[in-house]
């Protein structure tokens, strides 16, 4: 028994490893803004993330879903960062109703400094 034991641990924190990247990928969203023909979307950034690095993928239905294709790992405070997408390149229009596919949350809260009183 002990001799399966190693190889099922490993095998199961792969698959959480795995499904772990597989939800980040999908990032969550502040909120969205529609513009003429393109949507304009709000989430959070740390510093590393570029216009290049998401991509906008239709769905039947029809429903969108902005992919983070590569990941932000760098360590700047959270701040909110804009994605703009063409809503012609993706075959949709104002005319027909869509879905946004991600989920949403509150932007990041900004903290006062440490040691400064309130004031009014």
Do not use: W
Request: charged share 20%; aromatic share 10%; proline share 9%.
């Amino acid at each position: 028994m002990k001799h399966l034991f190693y190889p099922v641990l490993s095998a199961f924190l792969f698959l959480l490893t795995m499904q772990v990247k597989a939800e980040s990928s999908i990032p969550v969203l502040h909120s969205f803004a529609i513009h003429q023909d393109s949507v304009v979307f709000e989430l959070t950034s740390y510093g590393c993330s570029t216009d290049a690095d998401f991509e906008l993928r239709v769905e039947n239905g029809p429903a969108i879903t902005l992919i983070r294709k590569r990941p932000d790992h760098c360590k700047r405070a959270p701040m909110v960062f804009q994605v703009k997408r063409s809503l012609s390149e993706s075959d949709l229009s104002l005319q027909t109703p869509f879905t946004i596919r991600n989920p949403f949350a509150p932007p990041p809260v900004k903290h006062k400094a440490k040691g400064k009183p309130f004031s009014k």
